[in-house]
């Protein structure tokens, strides 16, 4: 989701500048909010005996992910390139490294 944008009209008008302030504001803490900010993967397939690069569009190395869809009762884990030195070579700003532990379908939400 793109940051979201509010233009001011100036006005004389005191109610009108409060309405306008507030406005500011509640667009200020929305854009703050990270995982707004985020892409919907397609289904992928995680096969648990590798690493698996899910592609993502946002443009730029993840914050985090949340799982969305999982076919199977297994726990899907990021993995951080930072800390895994066989994947530090990896895109983050077009793919997000993740492991199951157990061969299964996913959505991912990369924020």
């Known amino acids: ?35 707004l900010d985020g892409v919907l993967t397609q289904l992928q397939f995680i096969d648990n005996s590798q690493d698996h690069a899910v592609p993502h ?12 869809e999982n076919t199977a009762a297994t726990a899907v884990n990021r993995l951080h390139p930072a800390v895994n030195s066989t994947t530090a070579s990896r895109d983050q700003s077009r793919e997000v490294l993740v492991k199951a532990a157990a061969d299964t379908n996913v959505k991912l939400w990369v924020f």
């Open 1 to 35: 989701m793109p940051k979201l944008e509010f233009t001011r009209y100036p006005s004389e008008i005191p109610e009108l500048e409060k309405v306008q302030d507030q406005i500011e504001e509640i667009v200020r803490v929305l854009n703050s909010i990270p995982f």
């Open 57 to 68: 569009s946002l443009g730029h190395a993840p914050q985090g992910v949340f799982v969305i």
